[in-house]
C-alpha cells in the first residue's frame, strides 16, 4: 500500500525559493544544467516536488516540459516523496543468481509495500536497482549510501531495524 | 603484480593497508582501518617509532618515520568476498576477513612480533594455506596492468600515485612527444576499446585530431550499466588518478582542452574519490592551463548519471551531458565529428584510459606484446556465479575461458559446468566446447559472443538457459529507451514468447517467431541495446536448443522453471504490453 503521508506531504510542500535557488548557484548555465540541478533538488528534499521543477525550469532557462521530460526518463528521480531512507534491492545477474528475489520477497513482506512505494509511517523507500557493482558480495541491497552485502531473508528485520533506529 | 620491492616507505616501514572499496567498506574494513589506525598511535606514545598515514591525514605524509608502522587505505583488491581484506607491505601478505576482534592481534603478533597469523591469512576449500597474496591462485594467474596500483596505493594520496610512475606518461607524451606521435603511439600498441565493440583506440583519436573545431572534448564513460560488471567502479575507486591521467593524454592527442567523466550516480564513492583525485591533480599542476609549461590547457569535471542503461551508449551519453533524455541518435555523424554541443568529442571506456599511461610510459612495444595478435594488452573481467573465486580478475587476452574459469577463479563449484554467458546482458552464452577457444575479441564475436564490459557468468549444470535468456532480455527490455520500435516492441514480444516458455507454455510457433525476431531486432534497432538485446537468446538458442524443445514438451532438464507459478506472472507483464500497430 502506498502512504497516505506521500500524498499528504505532496500538498503541504512549500518552497523556499532562495534555498533552492543558493543550491543551484553552482550549476551550469541552460539545459546544461537540468541534470545537475535535478540531483541537487533530489538530495534536499528527497524527491521532486512540482515547484521545485517549476524553480529548474526558470533557473536553466528550459521550457517545463522539457524538464519533467528528463525528470521521468531516468530512474533515479522520483516525482513522489520518498521515505527517509531508500531500499534498493540489486537484481543484478550475480544478485540474481544469488537469490535477491528471496531478500525482496522478504522486505516487501516486512514493510508491507512493493517496490516503488513508500511505507505508512513514511520511513521507507523500497526500490530495485540493476547493480551497484558489489557483485562479490551478491545478493546486495543499498540503503542510502550504504552497501549490505550477503544478504539472506532472515537478516532483513534485523536491516530495517538499524534504520528505523538510526534515524535518518 | 608484486609491487614489494619498489614500495613507496623508503623506510622499509610496515604498511598496513586495510581495502576500503565498497566491497570491504560494506563489509566493515573502515572500522578494521581506523582500529588499526589507532593503536597505532598508541604505538607511537609508547614510544615504538611510528606516523599515521591515513586517509584522512595526508598532511602528515612528511612525517619521518624509522622502521614504523603506517596505517593505510587503498581501492578494491578485487577479491570482495573474502573481505574485509588487510594487506602487508612489504612482504605482501594478505589477511581476510578481517575483523576490529583481530586487531589486537595482529598488532601484538604480526606488527610487534613479525609473525604472520595464519588463521588470518587465505584458506582455499581444500584447506591450503596462503600467505602472501601474490601466491594466491586467483593473484598468480592474473597480469595486472590497469589494476596493478588497485590494492596497494591509497587512492586519495596523489603521491602514492606519484610513487609509482604515476603522471609519468602525461609528462612524456605533453613535454616530449607531438600529439600526432600520441595517437600514432596508442594506435601502434593495438590497444582497443574495453567497453564492448573494440574499435581501436588509436583509430578514433586520429579522427577525432584530425577534426577542425574551436572546441573539443573527451569524455570517459564511466555508466557503468551491465549488471555484473564492476570494473569500472572499482578502478576508479581504487586508483582515480590514473583515469585523470589517461583523460589528459587523450586531451593532448586529439586536442581537446576540456574532459568530463560521466559517472554513475549509483556509485557514491566512486564519485568522491574521481573529485578528489581531479582536485589532487589541479594542485599539483598536472590539470588546469599550461601543463608543464607547454601551452597545453586540460581541465576535467564529474557529471553524474541518473540511472539509464541506455546512457552508456555513446550518442545517448551525449544527450545526457547536455541535460536532455538519454536517447541514442543514429550515427553517423560519429561523435569524434560532431558530439557534445556539435564539438567532436572522444568518448572512451574507463578502463581504455587506464591502459593509456602505462602505453605511453613504456612504448607501443611493449604492450603489444602482452595478450593476442588481434587483441593485445590485457582485460579485466568480473567473475560471478558457480565459481570457487568470485571477483574482479585482469588477465591477458587470449587466454581460454578454462584458465580463466579454473585457474584463477579456481573453478566450478556445484554441478559440472554448464556455460558462460559472457560480456552482460549484450553478450552471449558459450558452452563447453567454447573452453579452449582463446578470448579475444575477435574469437568471441565469431562465436556470436562479445567481450562487452567482461561480465563472466559461470553457470552450472542446475541452471536452466533459457531462465538465464529471459533474465538479460527482462532487463534489456526495461531498459530499452522506446525511441526505436524495433528495440521498444520487439524485446517485449521476445520476452513475452521467452515467458511462456519458462512457464511451459510455448509452442512450435514461438519458437519460430522467437528465432524470427531476434534477428529482426538485432538487424534494425537504431543502438546497440537494441542491436546486441537477442545475442543472449541467439546465443542460447545457437548452442542450448535442446533446452528449448524440451520447454516446448513441458520440461525443464535444469528442474528450474515452476511451470505453475510464473504463469501468473507473464498474465500480470501483459498491462503494459504495446500493441504492433499500436500508435494512439
Request: proline content about 5%; overall charge negative; charged content about 25%.
Amino acid at each position: 500500500m502506498a502512504s497516505n503521508n506521500a500524498v499528504a506531504a505532496t500538498a503541504e510542500f512549500e518552497l523556499d525559493e532562495d534555498e533552492l535557488e543558493a543550491a543551484l548557484s553552482e550549476v551550469p548555465a541552460g539545459q546544461e544544467g537540468v541534470l545537475p540541478a535535478l540531483h541537487e533538488a533530489q538530495e534536499m528534499y528527497g524527491y521532486l516536488p512540482e515547484a521545485a521543477l517549476e524553480k529548474i525550469a526558470e533557473v536553466c532557462d528550459t521550457p517545463l516540459s522539457e524538464v519533467v521530460g528528463v525528470a521521468t526518463f531516468y530512474d533515479h528521480f522520483s516525482l513522489q516523496p520518498q521515505g527517509d531512507h531508500t531500499i534498493r534491492v540489486c537484481t543484478g545477474t550475480a544478485c540474481h543468481v544469488n537469490g535477491a528475489d528471496d531478500t525482496l520477497e522478504e522486505l516487501q513482506s516486512e514493510l508491507d509495500i512493493t517496490p516503488g512505494e513508500v511505507t505508512d509511517d513514511g520511513a521507507f523507500t523500497l526500490t530495485t536497482v540493476r547493480c551497484v557493482g558489489a557483485c562479490g558480495l551478491a545478493p546486495v541491497v543499498m540503503v542510502d549510501d550504504d552497501v549490505e552485502g550477503s544478504t539472506t531473508p532472515e537478516d532483513v528485520p534485523a536491516m530495517i531495524e538499524k534504520y528505523r533506529e538510526g534515524g535518518d | 603484480m608484486s609491487k614489494v620491492e619498489d614500495s613507496p616507505d623508503e623506510d622499509g616501514g610496515m604498511r598496513l593497508i586495510t581495502c576500503a572499496g565498497t566491497g570491504c567498506v560494506s563489509s566493515g574494513s573502515l572500522d578494521v582501518h581506523e582500529a588499526l589506525a589507532e593503536r597505532i598511535a598508541e604505538l607511537e606514545d609508547e614510544d615504538v617509532e611510528v606516523a599515521l598515514q591515513g586517509s584522512e591525514s595526508e598532511a602528515d605524509a612528511d612525517v619521518p618515520t624509522v622502521g614504523g608502522a603506517h596505517a593505510h587505505i587503498s581501492g578494491c583488491h578485487g577479491f570482495c568476498e573474502e573481505g574485509p581484506l588487510l594487506r602487508i607491505e612489504p612482504e605482501g601478505i594478505l589477511y581476510t576477513g578481517v575483523t576490529t576482534d583481530d586487531v589486537d592481534d595482529i598488532v601484538e603478533r604480526t606488527v610487534k612480533g613479525g609473525e604472520i597469523i595464519e588463521d588470518l591469512c587465505y584458506h582455499t576449500s581444500d584447506d591450503g594455506v596462503y600467505t602472501r597474496e601474490e601466491d594466491i591462485p586467483f593473484y598468480s594467474g592474473q597480469k595486472r596492468i590497469v589494476l596493478s596500483n588497485s590494492g596497494h596505493v591509497d587512492p586519495e594520496c596523489i603521491e602514492d600515485y606519484e610513487n609509482e610512475g604515476g603522471y609519468d606518461g602525461l609528462e612524456r607524451a605533453v613535454a616530449e612527444m607531438a600529439p600526432d606521435e600520441v595517437w600514432q603511439e596508442v594506435k601502434d600498441a593495438g590497444l582497443r576499446g574495453r567497453g564492448g565493440a573494440g574499435f581501436p583506440t588509436g583509430l578514433k583519436w586520429e579522427f577525432a585530431a584530425g577534426q577542425d573545431a574551436d572546441q573539443k572534448y573527451v569524455v570517459a564513460n564511466c555508466d557503468e550499466g551491465d549488471p555484473g560488471a564492476f570494473m569500472d567502479r572499482s578502478l576508479v575507486e581504487g586508483d582515480p588518478h590514473r583515469l585523470v591521467e589517461g583523460m589528459a593524454i587523450a586531451g593532448y592527442a586529439t586536442g581537446a582542452s576540456k574532459g568530463i567523466v560521466f559517472i554513475r550516480a549509483e556509485y557514491p564513492l566512486a564519485v568522491e574519490r574521481i573529485k578528489g583525485a581531479i582536485e589532487d591533480a589541479q594542485e599539483a599542476g598536472y590539470l588546469g592551463e599550461d601543463l608543464f609549461g607547454t601551452g597545453f590547457d586540460f581541465d576535467l569535471e564529474v557529471k553524474k548519471g541518473a540511472g539509464a542503461f541506455v546512457s552508456g551508449e555513446e550518442t545517448a551519453l551525449i544527450k545526457s551531458i547536455e541535460g536532455k533524455r538519454g536517447m541514442p541518435d543514429p550515427r553517423p555523424p560519429y561523435p569524434v565529428e560532431s558530439g557534445l554541443w556539435g564539438q567532436p568529442t572522444t568518448i572512451n571506456n574507463v578502463e581504455t584510459l587506464g591502459n593509456v599511461p602505462e602505453i605511453i610510459r613504456h612504448g607501443a612495444d611493449w604492450f603489444a606484446d602482452i595478450g593476442a595478435e588481434d587483441s593485445p594488452g590485457t582485460k579485466t573481467f568480473a567473475v560471478t556465479g558457480d565459481v570457487e573465486n568470485t571477483g574482479l580478475i585482469e588477465v591477458p587476452l587470449g587466454i581460454t575461458l578454462r584458465e580463466a574459469i579454473y585457474d584463477v577463479a579456481g573453478g566450478v563449484v556445484g554441478d559440472e559446468f554448464k556455460a558462460v554467458q559472457i560480456g552482460g546482458p549484450s553478450g552471449g552464452c558459450l558452452a563447453e566446447q567454447h573452453l579452449d577457444m582463446p578470448m579475444t575479441f575477435d574469437s568471441l564475436q565469431e562465436a556470436g559472443a562479445m567481450i562487452g564490459s567482461g561480465g563472466l557468468v559461470v553457470m552450472d549444470e542446475s541452471t536452466c538457459m533459457v531462465e538465464v535468456a529471459r533474465y538479460f532480455l527482462s532487463f534489456t527490455q526495461e531498459e530499452s529507451c522506446g525511441k526505436c520500435p524495433p528495440c521498444r516492441v520487439g524485446t517485449k514480444r521476445m520476452l513475452e514468447i521467452l515467458e511462456k516458455f519458462t512457464a511451459g507454455e510455448a509452442t512450435e510457433e514461438d519458437l519460430e517467431r522467437l528465432e524470427e525476431l531476434s534477428e529482426y531486432v538485432a538487424d534494425s534497432s537504431l543502438c546497440g541495446l537494441g542491436k546486441t538485446a537477442p545475442t543472449p537468446v541467439d546465443t542460447t538458442l545457437r548452442y542450448f536448443r535442446d533446452e528449448y524443445e524440451a520447454h516446448l514438451e513441458g520440461e525443464c532438464p535444469a528442474g528450474e522453471c515452476d511451470f505453475d507459478d510464473s504463469a501468473d506472472e507473464s498474465s500480470e507483464q501483459d498491462e503494459t504490453s504495446e500493441p504492433m500497430e499500436g500508435v494512439q
